[in-house]
C-alpha cells in the first residue's frame, strides 16, 4: 500500500460527500464515484468508498421518513378544519403551541442529524487520512 497517496484518496472519498451542499444527491454521487474509480488500488480504498457510500445513502433514506413525516403533519395541521361541514372550502390556518412545538421538534431533529452526518463525516475523514479502517455508526450496508 502506497501510504501517503490511499490515506489521502480515502480523506478524498469521505470528504467528497460535501458535494451534497451544491447539488442535490451528490452526498451519493461523488463518493460512488471516487471509490469506484479507486476501488482496484487498495482493499483500504475499497473500504473506505463503500462505508461513505453506504453511510450517505442511509442518510438519505433517514431524511426521506423524516420528509414523509414532516409534510402530511404540516398538511394536517394548518389546514385540519378545510373539509369541515361548517367552513367548507375557507382555508382556517390552526396554529397553536402544539403545533409550533411539533414544528420546531421535527426542525431540531432535521438539524441534529445534519449536525451529527457533518460530524460524521468529517471524523471519517480524519482516520482515513490517518491510515484507521473507520466504521459509521448506524449505517445499512447496502454494498457488502
Same mark, same amino acid.
Given at each position: 500500500?502506497?501510504?501517503?497517496?490511499?490515506?489521502?484518496?480515502?480523506?478524498?472519498?469521505?470528504?467528497?460527500?460535501? #458535494?451534497?451542499?451544491?447539488?442535490?444527491?451528490?452526498?451519493?454521487?461523488?463518493?460512488?464515484? #471516487?471509490?469506484?474509480?479507486?476501488?482496484?488500488?487498495?482493499?483500504?480504498?475499497?473500504?473506505?468508498?463503500?462505508?461513505?457510500?453506504?453511510?450517505?445513502?442511509?442518510?438519505?433514506?433517514?431524511?426521506?421518513?423524516?420528509?414523509?413525516?414532516?409534510?402530511?403533519?404540516?398538511?394536517?395541521?394548518?389546514?385540519?378544519?378545510?373539509?369541515?361541514?361548517?367552513?367548507?372550502?375557507?382555508?382556517?390556518?390552526?396554529?397553536?403551541?402544539?403545533?409550533?412545538?411539533?414544528?420546531?421538534?421535527? #426542525?431540531?431533529? #432535521?438539524?441534529?442529524?445534519?449536525?451529527?452526518? /457533518?460530524?460524521?463525516? /468529517?471524523?471519517?475523514?480524519?482516520?482515513?487520512?490517518?491510515?484507521?479502517?473507520?466504521?459509521?455508526?448506524?449505517?445499512?450496508?447496502?454494498?457488502?
Amino acid at each position: 500500500m502506497k501510504y501517503n497517496n490511499d490515506t489521502t484518496n480515502g480523506f478524498l472519498i469521505h470528504v467528497s460527500a460535501f #458535494a451534497g451542499l451544491f447539488f442535490p444527491f451528490g452526498n451519493i454521487i461523488t463518493p460512488l464515484i #471516487a471509490w469506484q474509480t479507486l476501488k482496484d488500488r487498495s482493499p483500504y480504498l475499497d473500504h473506505h468508498g463503500k462505508e461513505a457510500v453506504n453511510f450517505n445513502i442511509s442518510y438519505s433514506i433517514y431524511i426521506l421518513v423524516l420528509s414523509a413525516i414532516f409534510v402530511p403533519f404540516t398538511i394536517s395541521t394548518f389546514f385540519n378544519d378545510f373539509w369541515s361541514w361548517n367552513n367548507f372550502g375557507s382555508i382556517n390556518i390552526d396554529i397553536d403551541s402544539f403545533n409550533i412545538f411539533g414544528f420546531v421538534g421535527l #426542525a431540531t431533529l #432535521a438539524g441534529i442529524l445534519t449536525l451529527v452526518v /457533518i460530524a460524521l463525516t /468529517i471524523v471519517a475523514s480524519l482516520k482515513a487520512r490517518e491510515g484507521e479502517f473507520y466504521t459509521y455508526p448506524f449505517t445499512i450496508k447496502f454494498i457488502k
